[in-house]
T-cell receptor, first 114, second 112 residues
Framework: DAMVIQNPRYQVTQFGKPVTLSCSQTLNHNVMYWYQQKSSQAPKLLFHYYDKDFNNEADTPDNFQSRRPNTSFCFLDIRSPGLGDAAMYLC?????????????FGPGTRLTVL | QKEVEQNSGPLSVPEGAIASLNCTYSDRGSQSFFWYRQYSGKSPELIMFIYSNGDKEDGRFTAQLNKASQYVSLLIRDSQPSDSATYLCAVNSNFGNEKLTFGTGTRLTIIP
């Protein structure tokens, strides 16, 4: 089945220790997104790739970086995690079209910062 | 600032009744509208999308869109305990924009 896969599902890291989260998709969608979601809050868009074009949200901290080496994979790097970065990180994909852009989410990675 | 507003709830509905979830949005130019269901600790799952004014039905779910009043709603008929979740409303500002603006969600509890 076509799907969005995130690894790991749970990640524990220490304060300041870099961490990388991964996302892969078999949907062949051209847009990939990274969201941060904290408890009882809306998903907050960090950045997205439209094909190879990287689009950063204005309020995304520099501590967050992303890579998309090919259509199928996208990575989220947190260079120096702080306690406030503990959250669920969601990867989503969509196929851009004039008719709208339904986003499909992966299962998420729950990040704990000690 | 484009905003999407939802009543955070919790909304409690007896099993078998109709659950009605509402969402308002500020950008009059918004074109496409989505409802996602999110179980606690899980990721959002697409329930329905709607582009045109009126009703769109899919099984027990009906999405209603009124662009003049800038609101979109989701009706769940014959509510089941498995419908207990947070429902997120999301809005795409125009067909050329690949980003969604999410509401904070309404927590729905179906009472057996």
């Amino acid at each position: 089945d076509a799907m969005v896969i995130q690894n790991p599902r749970y990640q524990v890291t220490q304060f300041g220790k870099p961490v990388t989260l991964s996302c892969s998709q078999t949907l062949n969608h051209n847009v990939m997104y990274w969201y941060q979601q904290k408890s009882s809050q809306a998903p907050k868009l960090l950045f997205h790739y439209y094909d190879k074009d990287f689009n950063n949200e204005a309020d995304t901290p520099d501590n967050f970086q992303s890579r998309r080496p090919n259509t199928s994979f996208c990575f989220l790097d947190i260079r120096s995690p702080g306690l406030g970065d503990a959250a669920m990180y969601l990867c989503a994909t969509s196929r851009w079209s004039q008719g709208g852009d339904t986003q499909y989410f992966g299962p998420g990675t729950r990040l704990t910062v000690l | 600032q484009k905003e999407v507003e939802q009543n955070s709830g919790p909304l409690s509905v007896p099993e078998g009744a109709i659950a009605s979830l509402n969402c308002t949005y500020s950008d009059r130019g918004s074109q496409s509208f989505f409802w996602y269901r999110q179980y606690s600790g899980k990721s959002p799952e697409l329930i329905m999308f709607i582009y045109s004014n009126g009703d769109k039905e899919d099984g027990r779910f009906t999405a209603q869109l009124n662009k003049a009043s800038q609101y979109v709603s989701l009706l769940i008929r014959d509510s089941q305990p498995s419908d207990s979740a947070t429902y997120l409303c999301a809005v795409n500002s125009n067909f050329g924009n690949e980003k969604l603006t999410f509401g904070t969600g309404t927590r729905l509890t179906i009472i057996p």
